[in-house]
Structure formats: structure tokens, C-alpha cells
């Protein structure tokens, strides 16, 4: 069962597969998932398909050009952010592509550092701010996620750093279950088929701090199938 949908690719549409081939691996070696496509026709039907997060999108390229399949995305109402790629260095060029809706414009061949610090710039303007972490409230335990303190009426609840980083990932999906792949690989960065009981050994360990009912949890509760989920009163509460 999938609960949080892996992030949208970035999709790079060139025709020169030495492009795709450099600017590709530069940019999955910086951690982005990457598509890619050999010319418009096909970037468009991978864009319906992806609906990828940022365009990196050539000029010159057969059966459909770059401002074609620029002016086809936009007037289909797609409005990720898009980086043309030309070796064109005209002023002229570049004006067109801002105007004709661009978010930027790199000429090749570019550094590559140049293309990952655009596109870093770009993403960053255009993701939405991540939520201000809550204070959890777990009958009697309080735990402040922004200052990383807990404590249950006035005595300290020690946490560690996981358990922390734990509670943070379930408030950010609050009332969602949470598989154990996706657990696993936020917290620990381990692959899906890993079969591990680490996860379950620390839920288990945090419900005993957090003072859940034994054998009853309340607000950390398992999921059919696997998983856990934050019951969403523990962040309702703390809004009171």
C-alpha cells in the first residue's frame, strides 16, 4: 500500500542523447528523479503522463520545437516551471523564451554546476514552504517538535534523536498510515525489500515514553497491511 506519493520527476526533453547523457547524470547525481524524452511530441505525452515538478526543455528538436511544445503545455494549462535549453546566445532568443512563459533560459553548453544551482533556485521558489512542526500533546506527554523537548507534566521525557525525527515525519502526515517502506527509508534510508524489526522496536520503545495505554495504544496506532499511523487529535490539541 502506497501512502505518500513519491516526488513528481524533473523531465528533460533533448533531442542529443549526449545532452540527456551529461545533464541527466548530473542532475540524478544530485538526488533528482529524472525523465527524459528525445524530442516535443514525446515530452509532451510524458508531461500528460508525469506531470513532472520542472522542465528542462531544448529548442531545436524535430517534429516539435521547443517554443512549439512550450506554447502546447502552457495552453493545456500545465504551469510547472521551465528551463529552455539552446545554444542560441541572441539576446532576442532569451526574450522570447521569458515571454512565451520560461521561468529561465541556459545556453549550451553550460556548467553543470550552473544548471544545478538554476534549477536548486528555481524548485525552491516554486515548492510551497514546508508546515511549521507542531506541539504534540499525548494525554499527559507534551512534545514540542521545534525545540525538541518533551516532557510529561513537569518532569523531562527523554527522546532520542530518531524517535524525534520519527514523530516528526508522522506529524507531517498526521492521520495518515504510514507504510513500514516509507518509514524505513525516511528514517533510516533503507531500501523497500529490507526485512527489519528496527521499526518496530523503536514504535515500541516511543509509545512507552509517550505513556500510551500497554497493549491499547491510542495515538500511535499500527495499520492494517503494515505501518503505523499518528492519530490526528495529538496534533489537534496542541492548536487548543
Not at 508525469?50 to 502552457?74: A, H, K, S, Y
Not at 497493549?215 to 490526528?232: E, M
Request: proline share 7%.
Amino acid at each position: 500500500m502506497s501512502v505518500s506519493a513519491p516526488p513528481a520527476p524533473l523531465l528533460l526533453i533533448d533531442d542529443d542523447e549526449s545532452v540527456r547523457l551529461s545533464y541527466g547524470g548530473a542532475l540524478r547525481a544530485a538526488g533528482y528523479a529524472l525523465a527524459e524524452a528525445a524530442d516535443g511530441e514525446e515530452g509532451l505525452a510524458r508531461i500528460e503522463e508525469l506531470r513532472p515538478e520542472l522542465i528542462l526543455l531544448d529548442v531545436d528538436m524535430p517534429r516539435r520545437n521547443g517554443w512549439e511544445t512550450l506554447e502546447t503545455l502552457r495552453r493545456r494549462g500545465h504551469h510547472q516551471p521551465v528551463v529552455m535549453l539552446t545554444g542560441a546566445t541572441e539576446t532576442s532568443d532569451k526574450v522570447r523564451g521569458l515571454g512565451a512563459g520560461a521561468d529561465d533560459y541556459l545556453c549550451k553548453p553550460c556548467d553543470k554546476r550552473e544548471l544545478l544551482a538554476r534549477v536548486n533556485a528555481i524548485l525552491r521558489r516554486s515548492r510551497p514552504p514546508m508546515p511549521a512542526l507542531p506541539t504534540l500533546r499525548f494525554g499527559a506527554t507534551t512534545v514540542d517538535l521545534p525545540q525538541r523537548q518533551a516532557w510529561r507534566g513537569d518532569q523531562p521525557v527523554a527522546l532520542t534523536r530518531t524517535e524525534f525525527a520519527l514523530l516528526e515525519l508522522f506529524a507531517r502526515h498526521a492521520g495518515r498510515p504510514l507504510t513500514r517502506e516509507f518509514l524505513l527509508e525516511k528514517i533510516w534510508g533503507y531500501d523497500s525489500g529490507v526485512n527489519t524489526r528496527t521499526l518496530d522496536t523503536h514504535i515500541w520503545r516511543l509509545r512507552r515514553k509517550l505513556g500510551e495505554p500497554q497493549g491499547a495504544p491510542r495515538w500511535l496506532t499500527s495499520v492494517t497491511g503494515g505501518g503505523y499511523r499518528l492519530d490526528s487529535a495529538a496534533t489537534e490539541s496542541a492548536a487548543d
